[in-house]
């Protein structure tokens, strides 16, 4: 059965760096675009950013410069090193695997999450 597992999250100061992991099993990891996402109370889940390709990245305006992506395809994970936090960055963040179909259409799966806490 599929399984995205995050870990990495936790407690940090503004300004400060934290690297999130995700482990993927149960899909072929080479055909799924691996992504992070992440959500606070009373908002929607939004995007943060993903790999388009193996080596392609994709990120949200709010976080571009700040956090990179990468990945090790033999133990099927992916990373999100996360720099200059700033407290708007808290929220609980979700590893995503989406596989398309089509340039518009997709099946995806999610992790459980893991709370990213940015306060001084």
């Known amino acids: 059965q599929v399984q995205l597992v995050e870990s990495g999250g ?4 503004p300004g400060g760096s934290l690297r999130l ?22 908002k929607q889940r939004e995007f943060v950013a993903t790999f388009t390709t193996d080596i392609t990245t994709h990120y949200a305006d709010s976080v571009k410069g700040r956090f ?16 200059s936090l700033k407290p708007e960055d808290t929220a609980v963040y979700y590893c995503n695997a989406r596989r398309y179909s089509s340039a518009i259409a997709y099946r995806q799966y999610w ?5 990213v806490t940015v306060s001084s």
Do not use: H
């Open 10 to 13: 936790g407690l940090v100061q």
């Open 21 to 42: 992991s995700c482990a993927a099993a149960g899909i072929d990891f080479s055909i799924y675009a691996m992504g992070w996402y992440r959500q606070t109370p009373g």
């Open 68 to 83: 990179t992506l990468s990945r090790n395809n033999a133990e099927k994970t992916v990373y999100l090193q996360m720099s």
């Open 111 to 115: 992790g459980q999450g893991t709370q």
